[in-house]
């Protein structure tokens, strides 16, 4: 997440003094820099940069970035390379650009909080939260900065796509237009570190271990040191060696306080809810431009549930959805045309930047333009590599379609007929299933788009597919896993994929870089810790060898299964160290001894009475 935010903020460090090529001079000519510390309500003060036009012919614009991750470069000599990103199309349409350093990071006073909880009644002025301090900062920037034309908006990626939506709810007249892109929405249920209440343990030790977890002991303009070094050229046996959570704990050190937080709130209590920005977006004012990837390997749950939960609790908001094929952050770099072997056929950041990003911004705070070929929802298709545009998302005309396993390792649209019918493996702790092929120093956001044939020879996972399509099938809309399992244990995870088989003799072309004929291309992963099955706030084990159910929803998908090709489901119950392994007994996982991991056999049914399928919104 520091890495991405680090580009897609505007923050490339580049001396003015090294300015080498016209447009970053053009940049230094017609651009002033100016610092300040903007005073919040409560009294502490904000760092905030502002890249300010000299051309005073028109009124400007204001479009503010609030992050944790430093709006470098410090000093008003020192610009930002903006001009090596799209950002350039706004410094030529003359906005004021603002970047600012939240409460309590680097040069910003106060505390900070990860991921803020958002106080619904404020009854002082110490009542703050993140939409106070955006209130604040943009009631600063209307009354003291001169030349601007009353409007402002905001956006941000990945944590700053957080501070993006609590922004909206600020409500602040002059904020006219928002974008949160890929915004950190809730660390529980979804994103960053955690899915449906499975740890994201690789993820979640890398990120506050490297420095963004580690305290700030005065104001700063540097990155905090690492609370740990752990540079391993194979992280999945450094994770595996490492072992059970409360040696990841010790390695943390007593610092890193949100990773002892986690650590003390396993389930999903109160702690957590308050932490869930869903719950603060309602009587949004300003037009919303939700932004997401299909392919985020940290944020995709984001922007899906923040478009889902603006659309229930302001039914007449102005809030349109973007989905593309992206990874983190792909939509703002200058190549979005492939994601690992998955090719899109065109530039899709390009296209998203210059037809809707831009056009969004331009029409709310410079009048500029119109937005009639915007829908409310514009979804990029994988599989047939077209942009289309929905009135609403999951468009209506998707209906749900049960696919079901059978015997014989195959995939039906019937109901299965046989009689006390299961597949089976047996799931070690010992041995995890990785979640990617070969060996890699962190987490590889291609796995997303990854080949399984690497986990399908493996005999802790099940494999179901269809025969060779007849006809090509469209999806558009969540997934559902609804599996009928029994352990031998007394906890279990449960990892299903949705896979699309290429062709033995498929060729995108004659220069392929990887040999794409009989490619087991995931479309969509996601895993159920097995103790949530029936309530993420009370925990249940399972009764060694008794049947039930484990139904759970994956985040969506746009993608078209070509005529030729297959569907293929793949079940397991590791997915290492992406996911933290389940000691698969029931046990407070983050205080688990090594002692209690235990091997576990798992039985999917699929018979008549107890079936298991996915249900897939299949669009005519």
Known sequence: MKRICHVLLFLLPAAVATAQNADSVWFVNNYIKKEYSIPMRDGVHLFTSLYIPKDSLEKRPILLTRTPFSCSPYGETQFAGLWNTYIKAYLKENYILVTQDVRGKFMSEGTFVNVRPFIKEKRSVNDIDESTDAFDTIDWLIRNIPGNNGKVGVTGISYNGFYASQAAVSNHPALVAVSPQAPVTDWFMGDDFHRNGAFALIDAFGFFTRGFGSPRRALTSEWPQAAFSHSAPDSYRFHLQTGALPNFTKLTGDSIGFWNDMMKHPNYDDWWKARDARRSLYNIKAAVLVVGGFYDAEDCFGPLNTYKAIEKQNPSADNRLVMGPWYHGQWARNDGTALGNLRFGSNTSEWFVNNIEIPFFNFHLKNKGSLEKISEASVFFTGENQWKQFNQWPPRQATNKALYLNEENKL??????????????????????????????????????????????????????????????????????????????TDADFVVKLIDVFPDDFKYGAKDPYPMGGYQLLVRGDVMRGRFRNSFEKPEPFIPGRIAKVKYTMPDIAHRFQKGHRIMVQIQSSWFPLIDRNPQEFTNIYHAREDQFKKSTIRIYHDQVHSSNIILPVLP
Do not use: C
Request: glycine letters at 4%; hydrophobic letters at 35%; a negative charge.
């Open 412 to 489: 039906s649209w019937r109901r299965p007929s046989a009689k006390n019918s299961y597949s089976s493996y047996l799931s070690d702790p010992a041995k995890p299933v990785p979640y990617i092929e070969g060996t890699h120093d962190r987490r590889i956001r291609e796995y997303m788009t990854g080949d399984q044939r690497f986990a399908a020879s493996r005999t802790d996972v099940l494999v179901f597919q269809t025969e060779a399509l007849e006809e090509d099938i469209t999806l558009a809309g969540p997934l559902i896993a609804d599996l009928s399992v029994s352990i031998s244990t």
